[in-house]
């Protein structure tokens, strides 16, 4: 999509928003949705561990991208190859960047080719209302992926007009414009957002180039409420040693993606029904020597070409004996690609989930059922329970099954490195966990959990062939513990200089270790500290502090250290931010180095009406 198209939509939004300015739309926003559950529940009654980005810290960390965002947030091993959010792998309790459910606004948009591409989502940071992450497993829930977790993001939604201009600039010709309208015209509300960054790169073959634009529109009408939000991201990126160690520095990697979902909410006394619709479209084009010409000796490039098809229809009903949902999905996933040939598989889903209190005692029972086309019904069982030994007290536990099926990488794809196995059956385990949570002025949880692998899909060093090869692991335990601690709102206004306070803390380890060369499965997170602080220096400027202390198995440990300061002043906000702020030296995967300090500064211009 050319500049010049994306700047005359714009134009016109902000003249619709400026004729519009005193007109306010009567807009009811959807039923918060808690992701520990389908059926509408507070977050004071869900038994699992659930961890809410706010718009506060979102706008206090001033991430410049979603996967910057949820690596100095998330109790969790992102991964990444590169900076600005060109491409990130997303670990949850051990496990893999394939079995990590991903969401907008409760739509699956996980890649069937490779969940490395799972984080190349068509929406900027100012689109976001908040993110919700469900740590542990949720299969029952929301069937294939959800292993180690769910990250659920859930889009801004606003009635007021607003427009929002935010310019950022900072070392390695790093820049970042952003647009952001809010127009409500009638009944409807609509939302649109552009934006672009780009940088030099922090070494050779590192610079990148990412623009996205962004749609949202709702309406309330008697029939229900309804939703559109729609997409496009496009990333051109340098991918130096991404995936070769110590070879071919000059790889490069160009992406699209288009992303387009409708939902309709329907009210009544007896319960709700809810149905949603999607289509996602990546597209990836690799090049393992952009230097050389299409047409000489050695040049070499995948192209891939997914789809990803979702309906879904579910019902929530009220009683005074049970709250019930039930509903049903289908999908289609396809690929085109040179590399791994052309294939399309189906998939369909049906699930029912119980919840009913006993005076402290609240269970939530359901289980999903679920069907590939190349493989037989999954059927996935779990149980949650929560027990209130005080008004602050609570205790908690769950038990799940959950899997998620082979992509089109693991099954088809051959390289000098890497061979896919066509064979693969989907990936299954059992998860349980424990919990005590206090509720007061510091909120405070204690979790154990422990994952029983079956048929994990790992890639095995072959010392025949020199190949890593595709193949079900199993009978090996991931375990550990967190710990999260948070000041409350009541105790954050008592020390009036404090805005945000929060420590956490993860521990994992295996029951084995591999009888092989692992190149995934045991690549996991052995420990990782969040310290985050936020206070006022002086009135109207905020000071934010995020400091991450990490250690990886096979990997050296490292702190990192953010800071970000802002100053407000009527509609304008400046700010200043540095990454990695004492310059630690530092990998990420074993063979790249990650870019030392970085300052950033901007500012920020928001209209309200």
């Known amino acids: ?189 609509n939302r649109l957002s552009y934006a672009n960054r780009s940088s030099d790169g922090y070494r050779h073959n590192t610079d990148y180039q990412i623009s996205t634009l962004f749609y949202r529109s709702a309406i309330n009408l008697v029939s229900g409420n309804y939703k559109l939000t729609a997409g496009f991201t496009e990333k051109d990126f340098g991918a130096n040693q991404f995936y070769t160690p110590g070879r071919f520095p000059d790889q490069r990697e160009k992406i699209r993606v288009i992303f387009a979902g409708f939902h309709h909410y329907y009210k009544r006394n007896w319960g709700n029904l809810r149905s949603k619709i999607s289509w996602r479209r990546h597209q990836d084009k690799f090049v393992l020597d952009h230097t050389l010409d299409p047409l000489a000796s050695g040049y070499y490039q995948n192209k891939h070409r997914t789809n990803l098809y979702h309906a879904e229809m579910q019902a929530n009903l009220k009683s005074t004996i049970l709250l019930m949902n039930f509903g049903f999905e289908i999908g289609r996933e396809s690929i085109v690609s040179n590399s791994l040939d052309n294939h399309v598989r189906d998939r369909f889903g049906l699930y029912f989930e119980a919840n009913k209190t006993f005076n402290n005692l609240s269970v939530s029972t359901g289980m999903s059922v679920f069907f590939y086309s190349s493989w037989d019904w999954n059927f996935l069982p779990g149980l949650n329970i929560t027990y209130h030994l005080t008004d602050q007290f609570k205790l908690k536990g769950a038990i799940e099954k959950s899997f998620s099926p082979p992509t089109f990488t693991n099954l088809y794809y051959d ?174 995967f074993g063979y790249l180095p990650m870019p030392g300090r970085w300052i950033k500064a901007g500012i920020e211009l928001q209209i309200k009406s």
């Open 1 to 189: 999509m050319s500049n010049k198209y994306i700047k005359l939509i714009l134009c016109s939004f902000i003249i619709i928003q400026s004729l519009n300015a005193q007109i306010y739309a009567t807009y009811q926003s959807d039923t918060i949705v808690v992701t520990g559950s389908r059926i509408p529940s507070s977050l004071a009654e869900i038994s699992r561990n659930i961890k809410i980005i706010d718009k506060q810290q979102i706008e206090q960390l001033d991430a410049t991208s979603i996967n910057d965002l949820l690596a100095k947030n998330v109790m969790s091993g992102i991964q990444t190859r590169g900076t600005g959010g060109v491409q990130a792998d997303l670990h949850l309790r051990g496990a893999g960047f394939n079995q990590v459910l991903v969401l907008i606004d409760g739509i699956k948009v996980n890649d069937p080719q490779t969940g490395h591409h799972n984080l190349n989502l068509p929406l900027t940071i100012k689109d976001i209302e908040k993110i919700e992450v469900l740590k542990g497993a949720g299969s029952r829930l929301y069937g294939p992926h959800a292993m180690g977790g769910v990250i659920n993001i859930i889009t801004r939604k606003s009635s007021q007009s607003e427009t929002n201009i935010k310019v950022s600039r900072g070392q390695n010709n790093y820049l970042n414009k952003t647009l952001s309208v809010t127009a409500p015209l009638g009944k409807t509300v």
């Open 415 to 588: 390289s000098p490195a890497n061979k896919g196995n066509p064979g693969l059956l989907p990936e299954e385990a059992w998860s349980f966990e424990l919990g005590l949570e206090y509720n007061k002025q510091l909120e405070t949880s204690i979790d154990l959990f422990l994952r029983d692998n079956i048929n994990i899909i790992d890639y095995a060093w072959n010392r025949d062939d020199s190949l890593y090869r595709a193949q079900n692991t199993g009978g090996f335990k991931i375990y550990g513990s967190e710990f999260t601690s948070s000041a409350s709102a009541q105790l954050l206004n008592d020390f009036k200089f404090l805005n945000n306070l929060g420590f956490t803390y993860t521990w994992m380890d295996v029951t084995r270790k591999p009888e092989y060369k692992s190149k995934y499965a045991f690549n996991f997170l052995q420990s990782r500290a969040i310290l985050t602080l936020g206070h006022s220096v002086i009135n109207g400027m905020d000071s934010f502090w995020n400091v991450n202390f990490i250690n990886r198995v096979n990997y050296k440990r490292y702190f990192l250290v953010d800071w970000n300061v802002s100053y407000r002043i009527n509609s304008l906000r400046f700010n200043l931010g540095i990454d990695n702020i004492f310059d630690t030296k530092y990998k990420e």
